[in-house]
């Protein structure tokens, strides 16, 4: 998209091109960043600031900028580290194999600043280019699977990610990693972790908080972090890979089904719940420290392959105010439902009191109705703690309508429930497949001291 | 509810009565605990366990009872600190009032042993015979306003809390404790930050994770650590008053709109979110210290009460596999939507591939649609952290479509649209009120890195 008449006008002014770092002067605020191509439709100049954002800033008459230097190209961290063109890997028989499977996200992404684009990086050269200490502890073998952001992931994709992994594993490797985006990066591993089982070696999802042109990047550190430990340890299995702290010292080896992203911006965002970590890797040194058992590699162990996965679920978060009308849609149109119900009880409001009196019965007969035919779970938007609903009446009224506990949070249990649903329809055989512990899901009740301590 | 001819049988047999402990062995497993009245329909004995929980235990042919005490009244470590018998507590004029309103939960009730029941605290006499240490800070003025879970909780009640709080301050007090349910207190907090401003007074919110019958209850030093907090500080404002720690020797007073239950049954699972506490109290000592700037006490403070609330809108959690259908309840039943998206922008599903492809104008179609005549804004899923929709497109399609960043946590972007749209449906009024800050509630850059730190 071209910007209006009036900015090329005001651009052209003072021989400014796209991809120049500019000072613009408005209202006697200044702005100083790389003018990037238009992404918008309004009558803005878009920047990119030193902190690696984005902004629009309007223009109007008395809009003021200046030329600082030609086309920039700053690089970011994870870029300019040790830039250099690659142009094909040896294969070193001393070295353990990675199979690097890229699923999109910023992480294994560069980015042009003449465009203002992302492109992802398609081969394991141009990744070892951007990350060359990879090549210096395993051969890398990259292949492009998505280039997409991971809130459009959908189960297909994970269908084929699983698949992907099976493949990569009949073709030999030590371990592989999964580059992806980090928006709903712990769905992701949790569902990998139910559809690839009995795994003979580790796979790490990895993604990256910060874009490799910011300072703070993190993907760079991640990548050596996870390979690193899939050539030093004997770990197996699903699990993710990301900034143990905010410092670039070390990465944690997170558990695949109890683990969230609990942060928008921070690059330890993702942080184990109802658990601890399973590792924790030191960037600089050889050192790797578990604190969780764990399945041991073996290359002789078949995996377990099963993909099937019911798209008709949902996850529905209770609040004050929540009516039984709201789930007419889910009655007509789901198999399975997930309530992020309230407390440890998983309450819903279904003993409204007053001129709601009437609202009680509605909620329970309505959900009475849909668990005739539709599973229904409960879990805590707690996040934190194991659910208990034999305390409170209203958990006894909900689990006699139907509605069961699931000893997971609650993103676990709507891809857990997906799979389930894939496999089977009969309710029987749905609460025991979800009462039974594949991924290490099942909150324990031991496990109700681990949480997040105090700030001070 | 009666128990079965069954049960009452071997009751009977063993001249059990309700009340009585018993020990029961059922296929070589021991239980032993008080006998409850029937709260189920099927054939289980119900039983009070010394942990304080009742279990439910499906009777047999093999299954044995024997009575091991008469009607054993355990009482717990807040029913049982002190227990005394007050007749009429006498006003002590070198002393400050505090009012205390009941609104229910567990906090401020005692359990029945003989009828399984829980009985509200009416009466200051009730509450101060069951922590006689409030009388020793304050002048204690207890009102019942209602008898009910939190998760219960509608607008109503809150409209008729700010009202009590408005004629207790009417009245005269120092300070004002609101007993409450946990589950979801955090929702009354915040609401009741936006419906009484400027407040003369302290008004704190207290409740309990662990009911008075249990060793471990939380109740009692809640209550105190709130009133020392009234009876010494010059803080004033709403604010929540729960366990700093898993030990019992401080409380932590927490901002209203920064806080969340984060764990299902620990003693501290409220925990401020993107903010320092308030303030820690000490429960031995008479040491308080602050955190945060605060607006102090001044009686002359004229309040503001506003709590006009429109219940029409909703909260919406998106998770993959989002559909744009899934709206169409809410289109035709909402005046605002706050949705909790993904990661820092907030993102929702919006451009699937493949063969979803069609989705991605579905989605933004329906959006635009649904704003033309709704408020919809953006929260993110991650509860840490603020949102920023202008780094990727699909945060700057949304806004685009008319769903705005709303930078607060989702419950209280909730409470707060429900507030504002009780009192505008100008769109342009709307904006200006969720982006102006009324009760602390919007998440600022420079708190980014409060956090919950590392568990090791």
Wanted: overall charge neutral.
């Amino acid at each position: 998209m071209d910007y209006s008449k009036t900015i090329l006008d005001l651009l052209k002014k003072s021989s400014v091109k796209i991809g120049d770092k500019i000072l613009m002067t408005k209202s006697e605020k200044e702005y100083s960043g790389i003018v990037m191509p238009n992404t918008g439709s309004s009558e803005c100049i878009v920047l990119k600031l030193d902190s690696g954002y984005n902004i629009g800033i309007e223009i109007d008459e008395k809009t003021h900028i200046k030329k600082l230097s030609e086309e920039a190209h700053v690089e970011g961290k994870m870029v300019s580290r040790k830039l250099q063109r690659i142009e094909k890997l040896k294969f070193d028989p001393k070295k353990p194999t990675i199979a690097i499977l890229n699923a999109g996200g910023t992480i294994a992404s560069r980015i042009d600043y003449r465009t203002g684009g992302v492109t992802p990086v398609f081969t394991s050269e141009e990744l070892v280019s951007m990350v060359p200490e990879l090549a210096e502890i395993a051969n890398i073998r990259c292949k492009m699977v998505f280039q997409m952001w991971s809130e459009d992931m959908e189960p297909e994709h994970w269908q084929i990610l699983a698949k992907e992994i099976a493949e990569e594993i009949e073709e030999g490797c030590e371990g592989i990693i999964i580059t992806h985006g980090t928006d709903y990066l712990h769905y992701t591993a949790a569902i990998l972790a139910f559809m690839v089982q009995s795994l003979p070696i580790p796979v790490l999802i990895v993604g990256s908080q910060r874009s490799s042109d910011r300072g703070s990047s993190d993907g760079a550190m991640n990548l050596i972090c996870a390979s690193k430990f899939i050539a030093s340890s004997d770990f197996s299995g699903v699990a993710i890979c990301m900034h143990a702290n905010s410092s670039d010292n070390s990465c944690y080896i997170l558990p695949a089904c109890k683990t969230r992203k609990m942060h928008t911006s921070r690059r330890d965002a993702f942080r184990p719940i109802n658990s601890k970590p399973i590792a924790i890797v030191d960037y600089k040194s050889e050192k790797i420290e578990f604190f969780l058992d764990y399945q041991k590699k073996d290359y002789k162990r078949k995996l377990i392959l099963e993909t099937r996965y019911d798209k008709k679920i949902a996850l529905i978060k209770s609040y004050p105010g929540f009516r039984a009308e709201q789930l007419d849609w889910y009655e007509k149109n789901c198999n399975g439902i997930i309530f992020e119900g309230s407390g440890m009880a998983g309450n819903l409001p279904i003993n409204i009191l007053d001129d709601h009196t009437k609202h009680h019965k509605d909620f329970l007969e309505k959900l009475k109705k849909i668990t005739e035919k539709t599973a229904v779970y409960m879990t805590s938007q707690c996040i934190f703690g194991r659910l208990n609903m034999n305390v409170y009446t209203t958990g006894r009224d909900l689990q006699a309508a139907g509605c069961q506990p699931a000893y997971m949070i609650p993103e676990v249990a709507l891809v857990k429930l997906g799979w389930i649903l894939g496999q089977t329809k009969d309710p029987k055989q749905i609460k025991e497949m979800m009462e039974k512990d594949f991924a290490g899901e099942i909150i324990e009740r031991s496990e109700l001291d681990e949480f997040p301590p105090n700030d001070l």
